[in-house]
């Protein structure tokens, strides 16, 4: 069982930046893979980058490519999301997940979820 708790979303300008945070529960946080999806008013939840158990590989939605780059660190049980030249598009729920599968990027292969940290670009 792992439980997330993301932190660090607000309102920004547009070009600015943002660091989220996932802190996760349990003894076994670094066996699981970790995604980051987010969901804006009105659309589905889609993903957003993907990151492996050991940290050696990234995968990232071409929106975001060159922009955002996720990290983790076992030992603090905790994976981030650092958002460099934020758009106004980027405006969404942000949550991050945990998978025993891997690299995924699909919704459904993802076990644990937070509960979410709103994210607010103005232009």
């Known amino acids: 069982q792992v439980q997330l708790v993301e932190s660090g979303g607000g309102l920004v300008q547009a070009g600015d930046s943002l660091r989220l945070s996932c802190a996760a529960s349990?003894?076994?946080?670094?066996?699981?893979?970790m995604g980051w999806f987010r969901q804006a008013p009105g659309k589905e939840r889609e993903f957003v980058d993907a990151i492996t158990w050991n940290g050696e590989t990234t995968y990232y939605t071409d929106s975001v490519k060159g922009r955002f780059t996720i990290s983790r660190d076992n030992a603090k049980n905790t994976v981030y999301l650092q958002m460099n030249r934020l758009r106004p598009e980027d405006t969404a729920v942000y949550y991050c997940?945990?998978?025993?599968?891997?690299?995924?990027?699909?919704?459904?292969?993802?076990?644990?979820w937070g509960q979410g940290t709103q994210v607010t670009v103005s232009a």
């Open positions: 349990g003894r076994t946080f670094s066996r699981y893979a």
């Open positions: 997940a945990a998978t025993s599968k891997g690299l995924r990027t699909t919704r459904a292969a993802y076990e644990y």
